[in-house]
């Protein structure tokens, strides 16, 4: 019996006290049988309590492991401005290679020795973006998409591992593959500046397959539809410029301009 039906057990009690009842109405003309049921259910609601205490031990442990390795990922690296800021309180990693190095097998230890809990399909993303950040693009897509598998839908993590399949897609040189991640990522959003990220992401590909008029809106739709996504719309304006640089604007610019 999984945990889960255990705990259902727990929270509709109907059916125990129905069984309980069986028990006593059969057994009410032999002491005996009384005692050795009553024995019965008592074993039954101490494996229960136990069961329980042990899960939550158990929950608990891998969060404080998940937690734990995550600290390898706020440590710097050498000569960042990062590690000029932390000072002396957090030691730097020599090279972004053992920084990412070290956090992989951090987090693989963890799925290993807590395996089927919570924090190791957490994990799977931090590990998926580890391998991504160490080239080990193969690695990385899988992971993103075990933790999605398992991912709420309301999972902070959820958009950010649809958004990681999509930079894998990307340095593969997938590009069509890659803007189908960031398309999907606007759409399962529900918040602007996510949909801003899309959108921009999907300006980027477009510039890659060379619609670069088509690129050209897209940013142009950034800067004007998100206008609260400050940093987005700098990046998507930075875009506008190099794009114009090549005599290529959105087309409403481009008439303007043709206008003058």
Known sequence: MSYKQKRKEIREPDQFMKASAEYWALASANKKLIVSVAAGLLALALVIIVFSNVSKAKTQASGEALLDALTLAE?????????????????????????????????????????????????????????????????????????????????????????????VAEKRGNTDGALAFFEQLGRDSQDDTWKAKAAYHRGRMLVLKGQKAEAAEAFDRVAKDFTKATAIVLLAQDRLALLAAEGVRPPAAAAAQAAL
């Open 75 to 167: 440590r710097p690296i050498q000569g960042t401005p990062q590690a000029l800021l932390s000072g002396a309180d957090l030691p730097a990693f020599a090279t972004a290679q053992d920084k990412y190095t070290a956090l992989a097998d951090g987090l693989t230890k963890l799925r290993v020795e807590h395996e089927g809990t919570r924090a190791a399909s957490v994990a799977a993303y931090y590990l998926a973006d580890a391998q991504m950040k160490l080239g080990k693009h193969d690695e990385a897509d899988a992971l993103y998409e075990e933790f999605l598998r398992g991912a709420r839908a309301d999972s902070p993590l959820r958009l950010m591992a649809i958004e990681g399949r999509g930079y």
